[in-house]
């Protein structure tokens, strides 16, 4: 069987404004300077904590807690006013589903969040598993959210792909012994997705489906 595991922000949907606009709404409040989402596109990755933690001054670093509490509380109101998925993402997780290829989803992002996103951006599709950021499990690049994803599987042998924008998802597929897929589309771009050891690079969601089962969407 084959299983595509596809992180969330920069891979399935564009979530960069939002995620800015919640941290900066609690800069703000605390009267921290603000960021451009260009900067946003090197702070995220790595889970809200760390999102927070790289958006305070050097200064203020002991208020991450706080700030990321601001954060979550403007982000649960806000975080599909300006998030959509990539064009063409929905047709490949269709194709992909009819050709027998389970999904799931494997992100930073606090699993809430998470959960709530994917019902809304892909209702009807199957997933495995959507798991995010929840404590005590470790965030990616640690493999657990892998391991958690294939003990829900029928058991036998799986050809297994991380499909993602970042270093920390082709770090992640990795360190869980999985092809990486790295997304050009998202927040960290081509460069650091070869840097980072991606055993294929997709331009276009379509290149996805190519590269899993070696097929393209038929119209």
């Known amino acids: 069987m084959k299983l595509a595991v596809f992180d969330l922000d920069g891979t399935i949907a564009d979530t960069l404004c939002d995620l800015a606009d919640a941290v900066n709404a609690g800069l703000r409040e605390m009267g921290n300077p603000e960021h451009s989402y260009e900067e946003y596109r090197y702070m995220v990755g790595n889970g809200a904590a760390k999102l927070c933690y790289r958006a305070l001054p050097d200064d203020m670093k002991g208020e991450q807690e706080h700030l990321r509490e601001l954060f979550s509380r403007y982000y649960g109101e806000h975080f599909l006013d300006k998030t959509r998925l990539y064009d063409g993402m929905a047709e490949v997780m269709r194709e992909l589903s009819e050709r027998g290829v389970l999904l799931a989803v494997a992100t930073n992002k606090p699993q ?89 690079i997709a331009e276009k969601p379509e290149d996805i489906l190519a590269f899993i089962t070696d097929t393209t969407i038929m119209n």
């Open 112 to 200: 809430d969040f998470a959960q709530q996103m994917i019902a809304e951006l892909l209702p009807g599709t199957d997933f495995v598993k959507v798991l995010g950021g929840c404590p005590p499990r470790p965030i990616k690049p640690d493999p657990a959210i892998i391991r958690e994803i294939t003990a829900a599987l029928p058991e036998g042998e799986v050809s297994a792909y991380m499909i993602g924008d970042s270093n920390v998802d082709m770090e992640t597929a990795y360190n869980a012994g999985m092809t990486g897929i790295g997304c050009a589309w998202g927040f960290r771009g081509r460069e650091e997705l070869e840097r980072a050891g991606a055993d294929f």
